[in-house]
């Protein structure tokens, strides 16, 4: 089992609130979210990040310093004691 560091912006804690820290039985990206998902608080965080398969063009993820994207995406392996951060673009005029 690995324990992840979750740092989320505002607009997805209140998916998951009190939730910094998880511990996840799998190796990739995509297994975190799986477990985030089956989490009772989460409520289905993995839709507001991943859409077909892909992660959402306006978010960033990154694993340590890492973009995940450079990782190989949700399939980017996963260890104990990482950081997932992930970040919204903002936009508007």
């Known amino acids: ?3 992840i560091k979750l740092n989320f ?13 998880v511990d996840v039985e799998g190796d990739t990206l995509m297994d ?5 998902d089956d989490c009772s608080l989460s409520n289905d965080i993995s839709e507001r990040v991943i859409d077909d398969g892909e992660l959402r063009p306006f978010l960033r993820m ?5 973009d995940v ?6 399939s980017a392996p996963i260890k104990d004691g990482d950081e997932l951060t992930i ?3 903002n936009a508007g005029g």
Do not use: D, N
């Open 1 to 3: 089992m690995k324990s």
């Open 9 to 21: 912006p505002s607009a997805l804690q209140k998916f998951m609130p009190g939730i910094v820290e």
């Open 32 to 36: 975190l979210f799986r477990t985030l």
């Open 62 to 66: 990154f694993l340590g310093e890492r």
């Open 69 to 74: 994207k450079q990782r190989g995406g949700l």
């Open 87 to 89: 970040l919204m673009s």
